[in-house]
């Protein structure tokens, strides 16, 4: 009786043994799904990120562009014309004819 008493308690062994070796399988993978999921997210928030930088970027350069050229004389005598009405001794102004 011994013999078999000491069978079932090496079967119920290794049957806990393999239950928590497939627990720790069946957890393991859900980690990996979830972390796998998460990198998709992840890269998904890296494009819209890169996408804005270069947005942004573009943006800087053009007003870099912008500021040099108020620092012109060009840009002085553009505002003068088309804001104050301004012109140079000699210079005339043609404007069309709004009557039609």
Not at 11 to 37: C, D, E, N, P
Not at 54 to 59: D, I
Not at 62 to 78: P, Q
């Amino acid at each position: 009786m011994r013999t078999g008493a000491k069978r079932k308690q090496s079967h119920i062994g290794t049957l806990l043994i393999l239950a928590t070796v497939f627990l720790g399988m069946f957890v393991s993978s859900i980690r990996v799904i979830k972390l796998r999921q998460e990198s998709r997210e992840l890269a998904i928030t890296e494009q819209a990120l890169v996408a804005e930088l270069e947005e942004q970027n573009m943006e800087t350069e053009r007003l870099e562009k912008l500021e040099a050229y108020m620092k012109t004389r060009k840009y002085i005598e553009d505002v003068a014309k088309d804001k104050l009405n301004l012109v140079y001794p000699g210079e005339y102004v043609l404007k069309p004819n709004k009557s039609k």
